[in-house]
T-cell receptor
Framework: GQSLEQPSEVTAVEGAIVQINCTYQ??????LSWYQQHDGGAPTFLSY????GLEETGRFSSFLSRSDSYGYLLLQELQMKDSASYFC?????????FGAGTTVTVRA | EPEVTQTPSHQVTQMGQEVILRCVPI?????FYWYRQILGQKVEFLVS????????KSEIFDDQFSVERPDGSNFTLKIRSTKLEDSAMYFC???????????FGPGTRLTVT
């Protein structure tokens, strides 16, 4: 089976940096994806790591260490609109397995 | 920008009834998926579909569920004899290839009473 662990909640102020860690145990691992979800809306793709290292996409970066079964999403220069749930998801053949999600609350 | 669309946005049905949830994937995508999210919980994989066949299904996807691509654009999820515990948000997703990003639709909120 698969299991993914990520913190349930994070609170930070505008302009701050937040790191959301994700550890996983799974078979058939192709990579780690990150999705953002606002209030039960559609999960929106943010980032994907297939290889070890850092991927940067604007204010968001994602990191993967396959040997440690660990990744993180880094949110920089936090804005109020970044308040949302963030899910790590393991990419397998034909499906994604999601973590329980981290609720990020950005305060003014 | 192309997007996945789903109808209806909200469906209310009585226990025991059948419902069909509809999705239009992104036009050049070949892989289609259904996920569900019970309120406050994580997104759960139900089924993936490629070349008019189920590629993989979860243990949630039992005989109560079926999927179909009735024409060149629609992808449907049928739930027979709905139960209270089927109440959830159902998301359709599509991708160009099995290992490419999956793009999600806005979801259908199913309420079984």
């Amino acid at each position: 089976g698969q299991s993914l662990e990520q913190p349930s909640e994070v609170t930070a102020v505008e302009g701050a940096i937040v790191q959301i860690n994700c550890t996983y145990q799974t078979s058939g691992f192709y990579g780690l994806s990150w999705y953002q979800q606002h209030d039960g809306g559609a999960p929106t793709f943010l980032s994907y790591n297939a290889l070890d290292g850092l991927e940067e996409t604007g204010r968001f970066s994602s990191f993967l260490s396959r040997s440690d079964s660990y990744g993180y999403l880094l949110l920089q220069e936090l804005q109020m609109k970044d308040s949302a749930s963030y899910f790590c998801a393991v990419r397998h053949d034909y499906k994604l397995s999601f973590g329980a999600g981290t609720t990020v609350t950005v305060r003014a | 920008e192309p997007e996945v669309t789903q109808t209806p946005s909200h469906q209310v049905t009585q226990m025991g009834q059948e419902v069909i949830l509809r999705c239009v994937p992104i036009s050049n995508h070949l892989y289609f998926y259904w996920y569900r999210q019970i309120l406050g919980q994580k997104v759960e994989f139900l089924v993936s579909f490629y070349n008019n066949e189920i590629s993989e299904k979860s243990e949630i996807f039992d005989d109560q569920f079926s999927v179909e691509r009735p024409d060149g654009s629609n992808f449907t999820l049928k739930i027979r004899s709905t139960k209270l515990e089927d109440s959830a948000m159902y998301f359709c997703a599509s991708s160009e290839d099995a290992l490419y990003e999956q793009y999600f639709g806005p979801g259908t909120r199913l309420t079984v009473t």
